[in-house]
C-alpha cells in the first residue's frame, strides 16, 4: 500500500499487444486522476495477440503478459492493476494468485460501478461471440439479475481504430439505444476498452437519464478507493499463491520460470506512464524471447 506521502501508482495492463489502445486508456483515464494518483500503462509484448476475441486470445495473451508483469511488478512496486480487457480475462486470477496489491478487471470495475447508478445493465458489445462471453460473465460475476441485455456492433475489437470514426460510433449508438428502448437499460457499459474514447458520444445518444459507463475511468476510480481503505488481495483461500505447489512438484518459483525462457523487460521509461515489453531498442531488443516463451507456455 502506498504511503500517506507518495502517490499511489496504478498499472493499466492491456494484455493485448496493441500499443494505440494502452495509451487511449492513459489518456482518458489521467483527466479524471486526484493530484496524489498517477497512472502507468503497460501493452502485452509481441508476438502475442493484437486483440483478445476468443479463448485462444485470452490463453495466449495471459501467458505473455502474466510472464512480463512480474518482473516488471518486482521492479515498480505499483499499488494496484487494473486488466484492461472487458472480459474476465485470466490474467485477473493469474495476478491475483501470485500478487499482494489489488487486481480488477475493467468488466468487474463496471458491473459494480453500473449497479450502483442503475438497476438494469446493458452492454454495448464488439463482435456477436463476444456478446456470449459476457453473458457468462455476468453469471460469473454475480450480476446475471441485473442484465437488461447484450447487444453486439458486429465488429472486430481492432475495428474501433481502423474504420472510420464515424461508422464505429453510428453502430455504437444504434445499440446502445435498443439497449435501452427495447431492452430496458438504464446504465449502459462499454464492451471493449477500444471504445474508451467514445464514452461521451454513446452518452448523447442515449440522453441524461441512462448512464454509460466505462470501465476503464470505472476500474482506476474502484482501485483508488482500495488502496485508500488499505486493501490487498486476501491470502487465504482461492487467490492463495500456487508457489508451494509448483516447488513441491520440483518445478522451483516463478522467477526460476522467468529466468528459464530468457524472458528480458525493458524498463525504460519511453513515454509519460508508459513502460515498453516489447522489442526496444535500448534495451538490445529480446523479441525472440518472448517467441519461445510463448511456445512454452501453450
Not at 133 to 153: E, I, Q, T, V
Not at 260 to 273: A, D, I, M, P, S
Amino acid at each position: 500500500m502506498a504511503d500517506s506521502k507518495s502517490k499511489i501508482r496504478i498499472l493499466i495492463a492491456n494484455p493485448n499487444a496493441t500499443s494505440s489502445m494502452t495509451d487511449n486508456c492513459l489518456k482518458l483515464v489521467t483527466p479524471t486522476l486526484p493530484p496524489d494518483v498517477s497512472v502507468h500503462g503497460f501493452t502485452s509484448p509481441h508476438p502475442g495477440p493484437t486483440a483478445i476475441e476468443g479463448a485462444v486470445d485470452n490463453v495466449l495473451s495471459s501467458a505473455a503478459a502474466f510472464r512480463a508483469l512480474l518482473p516488471l511488478q518486482e521492479n515498480e512496486h505499483y499499488d494496484a492493476i487494473l486488466v484492461a480487457c472487458y472480459s474476465s480475462h485470466a490474467l485477473i486470477p493469474m495476478l491475483r494468485e501470485e500478487l499482494d496489491v489489488p487486481i480488477i478487471g475493467i468488466m468487474e470495475a463496471s458491473l459494480f460501478y453500473a449497479r450502483t447508478l442503475g438497476a438494469r445493465i446493458g452492454v454495448v458489445s464488439t463482435s456477436s461471440r463476444s456478446a456470449i462471453a459476457h453473458r457468462d460473465s455476468f453469471a460469473g460475476y454475480g450480476f446475471s439479475s441485473c442484465l437488461a441485455g447484450l447487444r453486439s456492433c458486429d465488429l472486430g475489437v481492432l475495428d474501433l481504430e481502423r474504420l472510420p470514426r464515424q461508422q464505429v460510433l453510428d453502430r455504437m449508438k444504434i445499440v446502445a439505444k435498443e439497449l435501452v428502448e427495447l431492452d430496458g437499460a438504464d446504465v449502459l457499459t462499454l464492451g471493449c476498452a477500444g471504445m474508451t474514447d467514445m464514452q461521451a458520444a454513446v452518452q448523447e445518444a442515449v440522453g441524461g437519464e441512462v448512464q454509460v459507463v466505462d470501465g476503464v475511468v470505472a476500474g482506476g476510480q474502484h482501485l483508488i478507493g482500495v488502496v485508500r481503505m488499505g486493501g490487498e488481495t486476501a491470502k487465504r483461500g482461492l487467490w492463495r499463491s500456487s508457489r508451494a505447489g509448483r516447488e513441491a512438484r520440483g518445478q522451483g518459483g516463478l522467477d526460476t520460470f522467468v529466468r528459464t525462457t530468457g524472458l528480458r523487460v525493458c524498463l525504460c521509461k519511453h513515454r509519460e506512464g508508459e513502460v515498453r515489453t516489447s522489442q526496444c531498442a535500448a534495451s538490445g531488443g529480446f523479441q525472440g524471447n518472448f517467441e519461445r516463451l510463448l511456445i512454452a507456455a501453450i
